[in-house]
């Protein structure tokens, strides 16, 4: 059964009606994610990197974020955001592949996906989500139509931004991270792992903190989480404990202690029914 969850797919929860979200994030941890749903962020404020890997390549890079920048995550890449710092914020902007097809819009090729914006740009922007986020949920009609201008102006403003330098992941963190992401619930050991990707166990170590700003352990640990969340939400009727070991946790206390570490999966887990964990699930999937 795991074959099936090779790769985080998230479905996306769109109000009804609409056609897209808005809204400020980047105060959580998520794992590794795709979605159909083509994205953008905008950085308000602190420094952060994305760590993206494209699906049809195989290729793997890194993106520096400051306050400006512009990044767009498309539905073919993987993405996590790492190495927050503590003011960390961007809004997030999401829109469906409907929405973007009815716009004349030529979206990034796979790598020139991030640019810092000039100040007046950047405003503009952020007085346009402030203004679709202030919409009361009953008016789609001019939300949807404010959508499709807030993308057409961002995509217009990224244009105009000069590029910005994208490091490439080193092949041995590619593989590792795919490990980790296509089999989480296995015992990997960093020899193990190292083993499989070529290298040493220290130097693969300092490669993977350098470029996820995560160890192995901290990274396998975050897969495992959402394995067990995605897991208890598919098949409710299983016990905690049954799904902590399916996903690779030793006993429920390692998977407690692992929960405790993320407040956006741990506030609706416990106690919870069935129904609030799979949307706190979906709430923390759905802040990229």
Same mark, same amino acid.
């Given at each position: ?17 609409? +056609? ?116 009361? +949920? ?78 192995? #352990? ?8 959402? #394995? ?12 905690? #404990? ?47």
């Amino acid at each position: 059964m795991f074959a099936k969850i090779e790769s985080f797919e998230e479905k996306l929860r769109l109000p009804d009606g609409r +056609e897209g979200f808005v809204k400020e994030g980047g105060r959580g941890q998520h794992p590794m994610h795709r979605h159909r749903e083509p994205e953008f962020n905008l950085v308000l404020s602190g420094t952060a990197r994305y760590v993206l890997a494209e699906r049809q390549t195989g290729e793997s890079w890194v993106s520096a974020l400051a306050p400006g920048s512009l990044i767009w995550l498309l539905p073919s890449q993987d993405h996590i955001l790492v190495e927050k710092s503590s003011d960390y914020a961007h809004w997030v902007v999401v829109a469906t592949p409907a929405l973007l097809a009815r716009l004349p819009l030529s979206l990034p090729s796979t790598r020139e996906l991030c640019r810092p914006l000039s100040a007046s740009d950047q405003a503009r922007l952020v007085a346009l989500c402030t203004e679709l986020t202030a919409l009361p +949920e009953s008016d789609s009609l001019t939300f949807n139509a404010g959508l499709g201008y807030l993308m057409a102006a961002a995509w217009s403003a990224f244009q105009r931004a000069p590029g910005s330098p994208t490091a490439l992941v080193h092949p041995a963190v590619a593989t590792a991270m795919r490990l980790l992401r296509e089999r989480p619930q296995e015992p990997w050991s960093v020899p193990e792992l190292a083993e499989r990707c070529g290298l040493s166990a220290p130097v693969l170590t300092r490669h993977f903190r350098e470029q996820t700003g995560l160890t192995l #352990l901290e990274f396998r640990q975050q897969e495992r989480v959402r #394995l067990a969340l995605e897991l208890q939400a598919l098949a409710p009727s299983r016990t905690r #404990l049954e799904v902590a070991l399916e996903a690779g946790f030793g006993s429920y206390a390692s998977f407690h202690r692992a929960l405790e570490r993320d407040p956006l999966y741990l506030r609706q887990w416990l106690g919870g029914t069935p129904k609030t964990r799979l949307k706190a699930v979906e709430k923390a999937k759905g802040l990229a």
